[in-house]
């Protein structure tokens, strides 16, 4: 049985000497024009931005899955009915608003519009509430709006800041903790503490001003609609905090302007609270809804050879942020789109050398992820519900996020560069085999800013390598950083440098290859933050 054995040994060393004299012949195949080819059909406006659940985000799907069956890299996840596919379909779950208004008088106030709301409440049918002004809504041994009053089950209406006399002394004391900026939560906490149903905040700001921030809010939440990888996972309340105008609070309280005013100049010239001087009542309706939106990871297999066991996966997401509500599409070209053909071609460039005998010895496994915009929700359900591939198996994750772009840093510097993070956080290997990778082949600048544990943006948290990494499994993360069309329509290709693109696409090539074909799986020596 010894020869078999030896014969095996041999033919693998001499293959695998084979593999190392032509990795530069496969990192060529890495072209800056098919990377731009790739990126025009992603990042076009018939993508409409790729929202997770999106008819987008499914066409961007099927483009990426035929290109892996075009270069032969197999499919891998198993379909209900035993067959394989490259798609990895998973449901997520938005929650939303449905019906969300304040009646009060003979007016319907509008979510989003008329006011804003803070945290998340659930009242899903039309209830009816008492209301009464509780002054500033301020309880203290020196000034106290509810020494004589019971609110509760009732809503209360209060104004934002600190009451003060006449000659602009806080009432409630010098040095009190009530007249600053985040005072409210305190109000907050102790009408819910007193008993209130609801509670609404009077801003100090004017009408003009509060309806451009509800614009603003509003937009802000069309945006980033609410995912999660679970059904009901929410935590409501049924008690609101509403911001709202001094317009509506007239109409809460069933009084007029004027009346609401001298409430309130007469706290300054009496010294005294006139919390229970303005009584009357609203209704309120704040409907949470839950659907689930179908979506999919897309990935393509290339099996290893004497190590075929062990896999590393690349990585990137696939998915952006859609269109905004003004009608302009977020193309997301950058982000990702760059990352996302970056693992197309280095599909490419493994696949081709397993065609011709040369492919690598453990197995890789290249992964576009969606709803990484809406908290990493693909990657998390990858490592965390699903692995295709057994974690333990997992040597280390390669990450590709925005990159060919160059920020805002180093515009009119270098643009041979590339962020490096996270390659020394797990395994000092890793971190070494990426330096050498790097001085051997391509020569980039690796700027390790942002692996800094004390970086304000905490980049390392903040893309799909880190639910690997959370596993104990190696990562590199390669980033070109941020710029001014981060999330804005102007993420588009034009803007994209192809030739930094093609380097770091190469340099991610050499990196994938030696962990690839070394003995040993890179050590987890490490675990810094």
Request: proline share 4%.
């Amino acid at each position: 049985m010894r020869k078999p054995i030896l014969l095996a040994l041999t033919l693998s060393l001499a293959l695998s000497v084979r593999a190392q004299n032509n990795v530069t012949e496969y990192a060529r195949t890495i072209q800056a024009a098919d990377l731009e080819k790739h990126l025009r059909v992603l990042a076009a406006d018939d993508m409409e931005g790729r929202e997770t659940g999106t008819p987008g985000q499914k066409k961007a799907a099927d483009y990426i899955a035929k290109y892996f069956a075009a270069e032969g890299l197999k499919p891998i996840v198993k379909d209900g009915d035993g067959s394989l596919s490259y798609f990895q379909p998973f449901n997520l779950y938005r929650k939303s608003w449905g019906d969300f208004y304040v009646k009060a008088g003979n007016q319907t106030y509008q979510y989003g519009k008329d006011f804003i709301v803070n945290g998340l409440m659930n009242v899903p049918t039309e209830t009816a509430y008492d209301v009464v002004f509780v002054g500033y809504g301020i309880g203290s041994s020196a000034y106290d709006d509810y020494a004589k009053l019971d609110v509760k089950g009732k809503a209360v209406v209060f104004l934002d800041g600190e009451p003060k006399n006449s000659q602009g002394a806080p009432l409630a004391g010098s040095g009190s903790e009530w007249g600053t900026s985040d005072s409210w939560r305190r109000k907050v906490t102790l009408a819910k503490d007193k008993g209130a149903s609801q509670i609404f905040i009077v801003s100090a700001d004017s009408p003009e001003t509060f309806r451009q921030m509800a614009a603003q809010r509003a937009v802000m939440l069309n945006r980033f609609n609410r995912l999660t990888t679970k059904p009901g996972v929410e935590q409501l309340t049924s008690v609101g905090t509403f911001l709202i105008t001094k317009e509506i609070a007239v109409s809460l309280l069933g009084t007029s302007v004027d009346k609401l005013d001298k409430a309130v100049d007469q706290i300054a010239k009496s010294g005294k609270t006139t919390a229970g001087s303005l009584k009357g009542n609203v209704h309120v309706k704040a409907e949470r809804r839950e659907e689930a939106v179908e979506t999919a990871n897309v990935m393509g297999f290339v099996e290893g050879s004497d190590k075929k066991d062990e896999v590393l996966i690349i990585s990137a997401h696939y998915d952006h942020i859609g269109i905004s509500p003004d009608g302009q599409v977020n193309n997301g070209a950058n982000d990702d789109g760059s990352g996302t053909v970056t693992v197309m071609e280095i599909a490419q460039a493994f696949a081709k050398a397993k065609a011709e005998g040369n492919g690598p010895r453990r197995s890789i496994l290249f992964l576009t992820v969606t709803g990484e915009e809406k908290g990493l929700l693909g990657s998390q359900y990858y490592a965390d519900t699903a692995p295709v591939l057994p974690l333990t198996n997992t040597v280390c994750n390669l990450n590709i996020d925005m990159v060919g772009r160059v920020d805002n840093l180093h515009e009119g510097k270098s643009e041979n560069y590339i962020y490096v993070i996270g390659s020394d956080k797990l395994s000092s290997e890793l971190h070494q085999i990426s330096e050498n990778a790097n001085l051997k082949h391509v020569e980039m600048e690796l700027d390790y800013k942002y692996n800094d544990p004390a970086d304000p943006e905490r980049i390392y948290y903040r893309s799909d390598h880190y639910n690997f990494a959370k596993h104990k499994i190696p990562v590199i993360f390669y980033f070109n950083g941020l710029h001014a069309d981060y999330h804005r329509p102007g993420d588009d290709v034009e803007k994209i440098n192809f030739a930094l693109a093609e380097k770091t696409a190469r340099l991610v090539f050499y990196t994938a290859w030696e962990v690839a074909n070394r003995d040993n799986r890179p050590v987890v020596d490490s675990n810094k933050p």
